[in-house]
């Protein structure tokens, strides 16, 4: 499984039903689930842009582009997918570098 990142701002439909929004942050856990993947965290608060950052595993990039549709079916979200790697995957990019 591979990390990724999620940047989810909130649409202005969800900011007038903002009353709502703990339930989506509910549902996410089943939407990631349903392309075999996994919350690991959520932050909420006034990120830059975005109003919660989102950390999961999914097997892949295809997964990755499923879950982001997924998770804008709604209309109440915008969300932006990142792959990220820890500490040691970027340590051996380096290593490995020409």
């Known amino acids: ?9 909130h649409t202005t439909d969800a900011k007038q039903e903002i009353e709502s929004m703990p339930q ?5 856990r089943d939407i990631v689930g349903q392309v075999d993947g996994k919350v690991l965290d959520t932050y909420h608060g006034s ?3 975005y ?3 989102i950390v999961f595993e999914l097997p892949d990039g ?5 879950a982001r ?3 804008e079916r709604d209309g109440t979200h915008e ?7 820890d500490h040691d995957e970027y340590k051996e ?3 490995e570098l020409p």
Do not use: T
């Open 79 to 85: 969300v932006e997918i990142s792959e990220v790697f």
């Open 24 to 28: 989506w942050h509910e549902n996410m």
């Open 47 to 49: 990120i830059e842009d």
């Open 93 to 95: 990019f380096v290593e």
């Open 69 to 71: 549709l997924l998770l």
């Open 51 to 53: 109003d919660a950052v």
């Open 1 to 9: 499984m591979q990390a990724y990142l999620a940047l989810a701002k």
């Open 62 to 66: 295809r997964s990755s582009e499923q």
